[in-house]
């Protein structure tokens, strides 16, 4: 019996124009539109709707500060996101080496008695002694991370004896261990900037950050590094391959 064709439901514009946003972000983020959008006579031809959907959409994007629209230069990319993938335990240095001088500043290092919580994920005594670093981290000029890291005791006495400014965490880990790093679990969940990161990360009050949770294992399985990473949403696209399991 032949299928019948699905009953066209009526779309609110507003619909509309978020769903033409989406596919147009997604083509910016993927270094589409170089020499700037088409017009909206012509996108409006591309996605099968009205104008007016179209200026919709192109405003979205405009208060996002994606794009610049003017009438006689027409529209175009105003800033492209970094990506970070998802599918592979790299630091931040070996992420961004691409894009620019990866530096850190580096705005606290302590040994702290480890908050209940961080001694359950490294695997320590409530109260044991842990190092925690917090670093505002650059690509360039441009502050994209502020990190705050756990380290094990014995592993984190040995990552300070190097300079932080250039170094990846992650390389030194496995410098002063001796061992290769196995495996992280993480959790990725989108925070409001807080006054103080927003001042730091040099974004607006509230401003849509990416906050990460990532906790990092030697390749023998013990957890050596827990941390809490907030990254600006306005330059960081998360991005990962993944793989359907058989049931």
């Not at 990190?147 to 004896?161: F, H, K, N, S």
Request: charge should be neutral.
């Amino acid at each position: 019996m032949p299928q019948s064709e699905p009953t066209p439901i009526r779309r609110p514009r507003a619909d509309r124009a978020r769903q033409v946003a989406d596919v147009l972000r997604h083509q910016i983020h993927a270094g589409g539109y170089a020499g700037g959008l088409p017009g909206e006579q012509d996108l409006a031809a591309e996605f099968f709707v009205s104008r007016n959907t179209i200026r919709e959409a192109l405003a979205t994007l405009k208060n996002e500060g994606l794009i610049e629209r003017g009438p006689k230069v027409g529209t175009h990319v105003a800033v492209r996101k970094y990506d970070h993938g998802l599918d592979r335990l790299v630091g931040l240095q070996e992420t961004f080496k691409d894009y620019g001088e990866v530096h850190n500043q580096v705005r606290t290092v302590a040994h702290l008695a480890a908050p209940p919580a961080v001694a359950r994920r490294l695997r320590l005594q409530p109260g044991e002694s842990v190092v925690f670093v917090e670093r505002l981290r650059y690509v360039s000029d441009l502050p994209l991370s502020l990190d705050q890291t756990y380290l094990a005791p014995d592993i984190g006495a040995e990552v300070l004896r190097h300079p932080l400014e250039h170094n990846d965490v992650f390389s030194l880990i496995e410098q002063v261990s001796g061992q290769r790093l196995g495996s992280a679990t993480l959790a990725l969940e989108a925070v409001s900037a807080d006054p103080h990161s927003a001042a730091t990360l040099q974004v607006p009050t509230g401003a849509a950050l990416l906050m990460l949770e990532r906790l990092t294992s030697l390749d023998d399985g013990r957890p050596v590094d827990l941390e809490y990473i907030r990254m600006r949403g306005d330059r960081i696209t998360m991005r990962g391959s993944l793989i359907r399991s058989i049931p």
